[in-house]
């Protein structure tokens, strides 16, 4: 995923030198669309001499939606190009020809670790626990799997878990001061993966007005909320591993509940799944 963002960032610099409508048609550059039509016509020259009935059989090709097929095909025609140096154009559309196949072949390879990755997880004896968890979905179940590891006896609680993952913070003391800090002696993907998947459950409970305090310090940031959820999130799967069920929500509200946490003492609420979505065409 690093390599395929380096390249759509190289990609993206060379067309603003030459062919800038390109990144204001199309939100994301490293799609298979983008890629065809950069292959087929690296210019804005190129491009407008394409007949209206091909661009839209192209782009019919690759599902566009019917209004987005007509507004390009409108835009492309009244384009201005944004330079006029034949040397710089013809030099900067041969890289861009060659990174366009170099994402192309990202795409594919990630397909195909993508696949291998859900085969895998699917046949994993405890995937049905964290498969289960709030918010996780098709995306985070695996990442989570792969966090926690089939070591069952490598944590004893959540608290060794939560240390180890770097999602829990440090607290120094010194004197009469005190004073808590991020913990920088972390596996610094261990660390993402909770914190991705705090602000996914942060996103799922949906920020009301009655809930957001209740699950966070009032003024934190998404990403520090995030984490906090993250960090209330770790705890769930180390009872469940040991035990090998699956969540149960209506067990962990009751918890909440018997503790006169304020998550429950005022709403009934539930994390609906929430995925990742996926890129569109």
Same mark, same amino acid.
């Given at each position: ?7 759509? *960032? ?16 199309? !939100? ?16 804005? !020259? ?14 019919? @090709?690759?599902?566009?939606?019917? =209004? ?8 492309? =025609? ?7 140096? &034949? ?13 366009? @196949? ?5 795409? !594919? %390879? ?7 990755? !859900? @085969? ?28 926690? =590891? ?7 609680? /959540? ?11 440090? #607290?120094? &003391?010194? =004197? ?6 991020? &913990? ?14 705090? %602000? ?9 007005? %009655?809930?957001?305090?209740?699950? #966070? ?14 960090? @209330? ?16 929500? *209506?067990?962990?509200?009751? /918890?909440?509940?018997?503790? %006169? ?21």
């Amino acid at each position: 995923m690093a390599e395929r963002t380096a390249q759509r *960032n190289r990609l993206t610099s060379y067309l603003k030198i030459y062919f800038p409508q390109m990144v204001e048609w199309f !939100e994301k550059l490293d799609m298979p669309l983008v890629c065809d039509l950069l292959e087929r016509w690296p210019t804005l !020259e190129e491009l407008q001499k394409v007949s209206p009935e091909e661009l839209r059989t192209f782009f019919c @090709q690759h599902h566009c939606h019917r =209004g987005f097929r007509e507004r390009r095909s409108l835009v492309i =025609g009244g384009a201005t190009p944004a330079k006029e140096d &034949r040397a710089v154009i013809e030099a900067k559309s041969a890289v861009v020809k060659v990174i366009v @196949q170099l994402i192309r072949s990202l795409l !594919e %390879g990630i397909a195909e670790l993508d696949r291998k990755i !859900e @085969q895998a997880a699917a046949e994993h004896p405890d995937f049905f626990i964290f498969d289960s968890l709030p918010g996780a979905g098709a995306v985070m179940a695996p990442r989570l799997l792969a966090a926690f =590891g089939s070591q069952r006896d490598r944590y004893r609680c /959540a608290v060794e878990l939560q240390t180890y993952s770097g999602i829990a913070p440090v #607290t120094e &003391r010194s =004197g009469k001061r005190k004073w808590v800090h991020f &913990r920088w002696a972390c596996p610094e993907v261990s660390a993402a993966k909770f914190s991705r998947m705090g %602000g996914l459950l942060y996103r799922a409970i949906g920020l009301g007005p %009655g809930l957001l305090p209740a699950t #966070t310090r009032s003024g934190q940031r998404p990403p520090r909320s995030g984490t906090s959820l993250g960090f @209330q999130m770790d705890s769930h799967p180390i009872p469940l591993l040991k035990d090998r069920v699956a969540y149960d929500e *209506n067990k962990y509200l009751a /918890a909440l509940a018997t503790r %006169g946490s304020p998550l429950v003492c005022s709403r009934s609420w539930a994390w609906p799944a929430c995925e990742i979505p996926v890129d569109p065409e």
